[in-house]
Nanobody
Framework: QVQLVESGGGLVQAGGSLRLSCAAS????????MGWFRQAPGKEREFVAA????????YYADSVKGRFTISRDNAKNTVYLQMNSLKPEDTAVYYC??????????????????WGQGTQVTVSS
């Protein structure tokens, strides 16, 4: 069992930055790919970024490429999402997710086993 707790959301002006954190419980965190997804009101949950279990590979949605950076610290059981140059369209609830051990699937919600409760990010224009 893995529990995920996100933090770091808030209200920021367009062009600003936020860093989201996701703290994971459980001893097998370092074996799992980790992802960030977001869901805006009235829209489906969408992929934002993911990182391989080893941390060697990262993946991004086109809409955030060059602005967001995902990273992980396996010693702290934590994954981060650094968000720069934020836009009003980035406003959403952001969710952290953990996949199956050593999985190489990153883009789809169905491939993730554990989810956090979400943290709200609001970008004002």
């Amino acid at each position: 069992q893995v529990q995920l707790v996100e933090s770091g959301g808030g209200l920021v002006q367009a062009g600003g930055s936020l860093r989201l954190s996701c703290a994971a419980s459980g001893r097998t965190f370092s074996n799992k790919p980790m992802g960030w997804f977001r869901q805006a009101p009235g829209k489906e949950r969408e992929f934002v970024a993911a990182i391989s279990w080893s941390g060697d590979s990262t993946y991004y949605a086109d809409s955030v490429k060059g602005r967001f950076t995902i990273s992980r610290d396996n010693a702290k059981n934590t994954v981060y999402l650094q968000m720069n140059s934020l836009k009003p369209e980035d406003t959403a609830v952001y969710y952290c997710a953990a996949g199956k051990d050593y999985s190489v699937f990153y883009y789809y919600t169905e491939t993730y086993t554990y989810w956090g409760q979400g943290t709200q990010v609001t970008v004002s224009s």
